[in-house]
């Protein structure tokens, strides 16, 4: 089985106009959270209120799985579940956000190749999201993927309102990248993130600690868990990540990373959520 990726990096002006994670330290006082050497949400997002393990399928939709699994998991680990959010949504309304009309002036319809997780992000400001109950078309489906979305559904995405959306600009290969998801993890938010998952290392994923990764940045998941083996040793820290791939692959749908291969990752980014009118919480 060929498992299909689907992250697109953002051009470097994109990239320009981020904001920093350090706003949201700013915002929840996240800067004075003292951490553990160890978090782990795995459990959450296989319980009653988490996500479980998604399955994107034969399709290119894994920003719309990893943010929705991602935004999940964030209010079943403050005691406020919710039903699972839209991947599907995410990503249509990503996709539609990211086209660009022909010379005509007619866009071009939706075409099942990825997208960039800065437009996942504005599609989530501009219009919100909802269940996958709610949104329909899930689980995701090559033959419907593709299917613009209705005024209907784009009038039930506004359940919840996005406060922020702070990338962790810090280098990936530094200790102050591994303190920024050990900050995020402690204040009960998941990182979505992306990786190397097109070559053999992850598609062969069985188990244990992944050490290094190849091929481009190409597939979104997101992390639930982190750990040092001592106060300070982020040098040799260790990440949980959840897939998409359903829970037949890897450890059943988790996998580990090792320091280098963490260092490959990009675009991670903490997402802040709350309820809007109407927004109802299971």
């Given at each position: 089985?060929?498992?299909?990726?689907?992250?697109?990096?953002?051009?470097?002006?994109?990239?320009?106009?981020?904001?920093?994670?350090?706003?949201?330290?700013?915002?929840?006082?996240?800067?004075?959270?003292?951490?553990?050497?160890?978090?782990?949400?795995?459990?959450?997002?296989?319980?009653?209120?988490?996500?479980?393990?998604?399955?994107?399928?034969?399709?290119?939709?894994?920003?719309?799985?990893?943010?929705?699994?991602?935004?999940?998991?964030?209010?079943?680990i403050k005691g406020s579940p919710i039903k699972l959010v839209s991947p599907i949504g995410i990503y249509a309304v990503a996709r539609c956000i990211g086209r660009k009309p022909d010379a005509s002036g007619h866009l071009p319809p939706l075409t099942d190749d990825g997208t960039e997780s800065d437009l996942a992000i504005a599609g989530i400001e501009e219009w919100?999201?909802?269940?996958?109950?709610?949104?329909?078309?899930?689980?995701?489906?090559?033959?419907?993927?593709?299917?613009?979305?209705?005024?209907?559904?784009?009038?039930?995405?506004?359940?919840?309102?996005?406060?922020?959306?702070?990338?962790?600009?810090?280098?990936?290969?530094?200790?102050?990248?591994?303190?920024?998801?050990?900050?995020?993890?402690?204040?009960?938010?998941?990182?979505?993130?992306?990786?190397?998952?097109?070559?053999?290392?992850?598609?062969?994923?069985?188990?244990?600690?992944?050490?290094?990764?190849?091929?481009?940045?190409?597939?979104?998941?997101?992390?639930?868990?982190?750990?040092?083996?001592?106060?300070?040793?982020?040098?040799?820290?260790?990440?949980?990540?959840?897939?998409?791939?359903?829970?037949?692959?890897?450890?059943?749908?988790?996998?580990?990373?090792?320091?280098?291969?963490?260092?490959?990752?990009?675009?991670?980014?903490?997402?802040?959520?709350?309820?809007?009118?109407?927004?109802?919480?299971?």
């Open positions: 089985m060929t498992f299909q990726t689907g992250h697109r990096p953002a051009p470097p002006e994109v990239v320009a106009r981020r904001k920093g994670f350090h706003l949201l330290h700013q915002k929840r006082s996240l800067g004075s959270v003292s951490l553990a050497t160890s978090y782990d949400y795995s459990a959450v997002v296989i319980s009653n209120d988490g996500p479980g393990i998604l399955d994107q399928g034969q399709t290119g939709s894994c920003e719309g799985h990893g943010h929705a699994g991602g935004i999940t998991t964030n209010f079943a919100g999201v909802c269940s996958a109950d709610s949104w329909g078309d899930f689980p995701a489906n090559p033959a419907t993927i593709n299917d613009e979305p209705t005024m209907a559904q784009l009038e039930r995405a506004s359940d919840f309102r996005l406060n922020g959306a702070y990338f962790l600009t810090s280098d990936p290969s530094s200790d102050q990248y591994v303190i920024d998801i050990m900050t995020a993890l402690a204040a009960g938010y998941t990182v979505a993130f992306a990786l190397p998952a097109s070559g053999p290392e992850f598609q062969g994923y069985t188990g244990g600690v992944l050490s290094s990764l190849s091929g481009p940045v190409d597939h979104e998941n997101y992390l639930v868990g982190c750990s040092v083996p001592s106060a300070g040793a982020y040098s040799q820290a260790t990440v949980r990540g959840v897939n998409s791939w359903n829970k037949g692959w890897g450890e059943g749908g988790f996998y580990s990373l090792g320091r280098l291969a963490l260092a490959q990752t990009q675009d991670a980014c903490v997402l802040d959520l709350s309820p809007a009118a109407g927004g109802v919480e299971q």
